[in-house]
């Protein structure tokens, strides 16, 4: 993936992004940072 795709990818609204191969530590990691992210997005929006 070309570091173009990336940028589309982040346009486009995506939050995490892993490559090929990708174990399982990668994906929980990615999936915590994305929630983790989120959840300071809504707390920013309730407590504003």
């Known amino acids: 993936m070309s570091e173009n795709d990336e940028q589309n990818a982040k346009a486009m609204g995506v939050k995490g992004l892993l490559k090929k191969p990708v174990t399982t530590g990668d994906l929980a990691e990615m999936v ?4 983790d992210e989120a959840e300071g997005l809504v707390s920013a929006n309730a407590s504003g």
Do not use: A, D
């Open 32 to 35: 915590r940072k994305v929630l």
